[in-house]
C-alpha cells in the first residue's frame, strides 16, 4: 500500500477527531484529581485569574466527586501556590507573560467551599502546572495501588494537561474529563482535547466516566474500535 499525503492526513486528523482509548477505567483502580479548583480561578470576580468556564461547571464536576466517594475511588486535590519560598518553581516561569502579573493572593491558595473538599482527602500543594512535578503525588497513588487517574480541574491546557501528560509518561492510565476540565480561553479547550485523545488520555464526559466506573463498557460491552488506525 502506497500511504499518500492525503490519508495521512486523515489518519492523524481521524486520531484527533475520534480516537479511543481501550483500557477499562474500574473504580478499585482509579483515583480523582482536582487539580487546581481554588478561589483565583473559580471564585467570580476575585482575581484576573478567574476562568468563568471553572466556575459554571461545579457542578458537574460536584456530582462526579459524589459518585468517586460513593464508590470508594481516593479524591485527591490540588492546589497551584507559593510553596519554599517559590525556590522550587521554574525559573523561568517569571520571563513568561503568565508570571509577568503583578496581582497576588492575601494568604495561601485554597479549595473554592463550593466544591466540597473535605480534610480528610488529600491536598497537594504544588509549585508549577503539571501536579507530579516535586510533589509526593506519584507516590501517593501507587500507595493506593491506584494505575488509573481521572483529571478534572483547571486550566485545561496548562495544569490539567501537563498533569496529563506527566501521569502518561509514569505509566498511569489517563482519563481526561471533558466537561469537568475548562481553560480562560474557550476556543482552546477542544484544541487541547484532540491532542489528549489522540496521544495521552481516553477523553470522556463526567457522565461517561460515571459510567465506566460502574462498570459499564461502552457499545453494548464491547471494548471501544479505534477507527483511527486503518
Not at 461545579?58 to 460513593?70: G, H, K, Q, Y
Not at 487517574?149 to 481526561?176: D, M
Not at 476556543?187 to 487541547?192: A, I, K, L, N, Y
Not at 495521552?200 to 464491547?222: C, H, K, Q
Amino acid at each position: 500500500m502506497e500511504y499518500t499525503e492525503a490519508w495521512v492526513e486523515e489518519r492523524a486528523r481521524c486520531g484527533y477527531e475520534q480516537g479511543r482509548a481501550t483500557f477499562d477505567v474500574r473504580a478499585d483502580r482509579s483515583a480523582l484529581l482536582v487539580i487546581d479548583m481554588q478561589d483565583e480561578f473559580v471564585r467570580p470576580g476575585w482575581s484576573p485569574y478567574w476562568v468563568p468556564g471553572a466556575t459554571r461547571m461545579v457542578p458537574t464536576l460536584r456530582r462526579l466527586i459524589a459518585t468517586c466517594r460513593a464508590r470508594s475511588v481516593p479524591v485527591i486535590w490540588t492546589v497551584f501556590d507559593d510553596t519554599h519560598l517559590g525556590l522550587d518553581r521554574p525559573h523561568a516561569l517569571r520571563h513568561l507573560p503568565h508570571g509577568e502579573a503583578r496581582w497576588r493572593r492575601p494568604g495561601p491558595a485554597e479549595v473554592w467551599p463550593e466544591l466540597g473538599y473535605r480534610a480528610d482527602e488529600p491536598l497537594i500543594r504544588k509549585p508549577s502546572y503539571g501536579a507530579f512535578y516535586d510533589t509526593p503525588l506519584d507516590t501517593m497513588l501507587r500507595n493506593l495501588s491506584r494505575d488509573t487517574v481521572v483529571i478534572t480541574g483547571t486550566l485545561t491546557n496548562y495544569c490539567c494537561g501537563t498533569t496529563a501528560r506527566q501521569a502518561y509518561e509514569r505509566g498511569y492510565h489517563v482519563v481526561f474529563g471533558s466537561d469537568v476540565t475548562a481553560t480562560d480561553d474557550e476556543s482552546r479547550q477542544e484544541p487541547e482535547l484532540a491532542v489528549l485523545r489522540k496521544g495521552f488520555a481516553s477523553v470522556l464526559s463526567a457522565e461517561e466516566i460515571t459510567e465506566r466506573l460502574a462498570g459499564a463498557r461502552p457499545d453494548g460491552g464491547e471494548r471501544p474500535a479505534d477507527h483511527c488506525s486503518q
